[in-house]
């Protein structure tokens, strides 16, 4: 007997303004890679931890914009989801903040040298509200420009610098590139780890055995 096999259910969806159907059952980003859509370029975790396939979207009746991650957002009928493109050269320009963390500048100087715009905040959690990791990135801006370094630092553990948050900032402010400052100063001014140490050491002896 031939067995016909059963049809995967499908979803209704608009992705970049193009009516698309796509296998339901699945995180938006496997239902669009199950339907032929390339891999796109940095997007592999699947686990919401590169912050590589940031989306905005759109459910069925509702007139408010979300913003999430592809792979941890399930397909759903008459979702509509719009990839930002422009965050791909925004991200790479945002990667140019310059500081030395060896500097005899106090950090709390650098920080307002390097990122002067973040006094600026204006406290409406848009960036919040945005970040797909639910860190209350506004807070940590404030604890930021109070030199509070270490707890704004670890407020954003499980940040995936998506870069969500400096979209939706109206001051231009770049959150997490801010508490990523705080973050390196705060482990610069701490003694490494012993096993790290021994290893860095090893390194510049030249004794380090590399197995391939
Ligand atoms: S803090 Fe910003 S960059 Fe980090 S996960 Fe949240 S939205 Fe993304
Ligand atoms: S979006 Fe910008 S201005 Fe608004 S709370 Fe966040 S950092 Fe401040």
Redesign the pocket.
Known sequence: MTQTATPEPCASITVNGTARSVASGHSLIQALWKSGDPLFKRASCLEGVCGSCRIMVRYAGESEVQTALACQTPVETGMQVIFPQHLEAQSAALQTHRYQLQSSIPVDQQLRDVFPE?I?????????V?CPKGID??KG?TLANENRLVEAGDLFVNCVMCDL?VT????D?V?NYVVLFARRSVAFNKPLPANLADRLQTLQRGELKIKY
């Open positions: 973040a600026d905040c204006r406290h409406c959690h848009g960036c919040t945005a990135v506004e801006i948050c939706s900032c109206p001051e402010i959150p």
